[in-house]
């Protein structure tokens, strides 16, 4: 079992930045990653990455985030920069497994980003 802890999350103007943390109960050898869900929206992939730091991006996010991690302290980060009212959102913290299937995640935080 993994127990995923998120903060960072807040209220901020469009053209803001905030940096999201995700803390691990345990050390995570396959891919980690962020999502987030708009009210009346499907919960939808932001970025992932993998243990040795290859990463991937949603096309709307591409340019503006920056998620990264730091293996020694089980932690996996989103840098999101020039925010946007469409980046409003509830932002979850998940944990793949080898096969690229969601097996864990956090319990949210949410971002407002206000015009």
């Known amino acids: 079992q993994v127990q995923l802890v998120e903060s960072g999350g807040g209220l901020v103007q469009a053209g803001g930045s905030l940096r999201l943390s995700c803390v691990a109960s345990?050390?995570?050898?396959?891919?980690m990653g962020w999502y987030r869900q708009a009210p009346g929206k499907q919960r939808e992939l932001v970025a992932d990455i993998i243990r040795g730091g290859t990463t991937n991006y949603a096309d709307s996010v591409k340019g503006r985030f920056a998620i990264s991690r730091d293996n020694a302290k089980n932690t996996v980060y989103l840098q999101m920069n020039s925010l946007k009212p469409e980046d409003t959102a509830v932002y979850y913290c998940?944990?793949?497994?080898?096969?690229?299937?969601?097996?864990?995640w956090g319990q949210g935080t949410q971002v407002t980003v206000s015009s």
């Open positions: 345990r050390s995570i050898f396959s891919t």
């Open positions: 998940a944990v793949k497994n080898l096969l690229g299937n969601v097996v864990y």
